[in-house]
């Protein structure tokens, strides 16, 4: 077995900072396969923190029979970390590590360590983020990181297989770099976490709402927008802007930025218990059958489920799954609604998180972090 180590002077950013404490370890492995069954582990690489440096360990198995060693050397540096930050090590290198440890005997705790997966946290924010895939090096790519490793875990399971019958210190090379630009890329990738953090938050954080007049292009008339300043608890490394159907959002440093067209004008409201109202086409409305009888029979007709509905004039914000109700429509009932802006709304800060919280979770897929 042979254990390399580097020392690295610790980033000084807010993300590091804020995710990469004293006790907190980053890991990646590398194996001759997928099955865990038949197949071992021969690199395991390990960054710590220690004070104001990253301490960098690489455990190297020669041979198939160094990987216990491996394994037991790897646990003794983890006896003051708390925290475990991977890359999809929950749906493969903790199992794979944990099969292997009992097959050949060993007894660990994994239960212990809080963690954060970097996939799975960020898997979600792929589309938001407009990424063609969910992989480490997309998202390496997407905040500017370089790397001189070209070969991917798979690929380099043929060179370890040579190496293990005729070592060579070039294969031996390529292992290590590909493994230490993992476990160092993931350090790296700590900025993307602000995206998720910010959709996360319990309460958004309001710094300005106020209803503003617009002229979109091609407009004739003005027109109605809701705009909303957030603060974000951590920057944005990267300006993004998305527009979904009836919201765009600008996230931008330390700030996201939502413009939400307000509707102006007549929609309506349906009833939903049809059969017990009456249609009056003249009024084109519906009212209840207890007020129906004061009305001339050739002028109502029995209520459907399209026809039951009253009109309302006013301005009316988008949203979905009928989040605040009533519910008014445009039109036939469909899965975008309306409900009425009411003079107070910017200022009952309750009522205006709820919506923004809930425009913000149209962005993503929502998978929180498990930390």
């Known amino acids: 077995m042979e254990l390399i180590h580097h020392t690295l002077p610790l980033p000084e950013d807010d993300y590091t900072q804020f995710y990469f ?13 997928f099955s865990s069954k038949s197949n071992f ?26 990987e216990c060693r491996i394994l037991n050397a790897f646990h003794e540096k983890l006896k003051d970390v708390h925290t475990l930050i991977h890359f999809n090590g929950t749906g493969f290198d903790i199992p794979f590590l944990k099969q292997r440890e009992h097959i050949l005997g060993l007894s660990f705790s994994w239960e212990d360590y809080a963690a954060i997966d970097l996939y799975k946290t960020t898997a979600p924010l792929a589309g938001f983020l407009h990424l063609p895939d969910r992989k480490q090096k997309t998202l390496e790519a997407f905040l500017n990181i370089s790397r001189k ?12 297989r040579q190496y293990e019958k005729q070592p060579e210190e070039s294969a031996k090379s390529l292992l290590l770099l590909h493994n230490y630009e993992d476990i160092l890329g993931m350090t790296k990738l700590l900025p993307i976490l602000s995206y998720s953090a910010f959709f996360h938050m319990d309460t958004p954080r309001v710094k300005t709402a106020s209803l ?29 802007f998305t527009e979904k159907d009836f919201f765009r959002i600008v996230c931008r440093e330390n700030c996201a930025y939502l413009f939400i067209p307000v509707l102006e004008g007549e929609l309506r409201f349906y009833y939903d218990n049809y059969k017990d109202y009456y249609y009056l086409p003249q009024e084109d409305m519906a009212v209840h059958k207890s007020l129906a009888s004061f009305v001339d029979k050739s002028h109502r007709t029995k209520a459907t489920a399209g026809t039951c509905y009253t009109r309302r004039k006013g301005l009316f914000l988008p949203q979905r799954k009928n989040w605040f109700s009533p519910c008014f429509y445009p039109g036939k009932k469909q899965e975008l609604s309306y409900f009425e802006y009411q003079e107070g709304f910017l200022n009952d800060s309750k009522e205006l998180c709820l919506y923004i919280k809930n425009i913000l979770s149209l962005c993503i897929i929502y998978a929180k972090p498990s930390i």
């Not at 404490?21 to 396969?33: A, R, Y």
């Not at 490793?149 to 370890?160: A, K, N, Q, S, V």
């Open 21 to 33: 404490k004293n006790n907190t370890g980053f890991f990646d492995i590398e194996t001759t396969g």
């Open 41 to 66: 582990v021969y690199l395991i690489g390990l960054i710590v923190r220690q004070m104001e440096s990253m301490e960098i360990y690489q455990f190297f198995a020669e041979n198939r029979r160094e």
């Open 149 to 160: 490793d070209t070969y991917t875990g798979g690929e380099l399971i043929h060179i370890y």
């Open 212 to 240: 503003e007049e617009v002229r979109p292009y091609g407009a004739s008339l003005p027109e109605k927008e809701l705009q909303v300043t957030l603060e974000a608890p951590l920057p944005f490394p990267k300006q993004i």
